[in-house]
């Protein structure tokens, strides 16, 4: 069964920092490009970050871009996101996905690029 597996969420104050972890099980990361997303009750699940398969190229949306870090440690199966210096607009459910990809420098933050998601992890930014 292929699965990822999202942990680290969690309530943080404004200005805090958490870090995401995404584990894959029944799979090997190394094929794929991974991204993060988020959603809000009542709005688009919306991409995060991504990072490729190789060579560490990585994208992130406009509202995180400074603050939040990805990365990944293929001999582990596992994939990070590094959230600093949060705000309360930060709050959502995180999901990692993880999408098939022959190319080794590239990746998307395009919800139809990826085919296997986790169930998600709350982070709530808030005083």
């Known amino acids: 069964q292929l699965q990822l597996v999202e942990s680290g969420g969690g309530l943080v104050q404004p200005g805090g920092s958490l870090r995401l972890s995404c584990a894959a099980s029944?799979?090997?990361?190394?094929?794929?490009?991974i991204a993060w997303f988020r959603q809000v009750p009542g709005k688009e699940r919306e991409g995060v970050s991504c990072i490729s398969r190789r060579s560490g190229i990585t994208n992130y949306a406009g509202s995180v871009r400074g603050r939040f870090t990805v990365s990944r440690d293929n001999a582990k199966n596992t994939v990070f996101l590094q959230m600093n210096s949060l705000k309360p607009e930060d709050t959502a459910v995180y999901y990692c996905?993880?999408?098939?990809?022959?190319?080794?420098?590239?990746?998307?933050?395009?919800?139809?690029?990826?085919?296997?998601w986790g169930q998600g992890t709350q982070v709530t930014v808030s005083s």
């Open positions: 996905a993880a999408g098939p990809t022959a190319l080794l420098a590239t990746c998307s933050m395009t919800r139809s690029s990826y085919a296997i």
């Open positions: 029944g799979f090997t990361l190394d094929y794929y490009a």
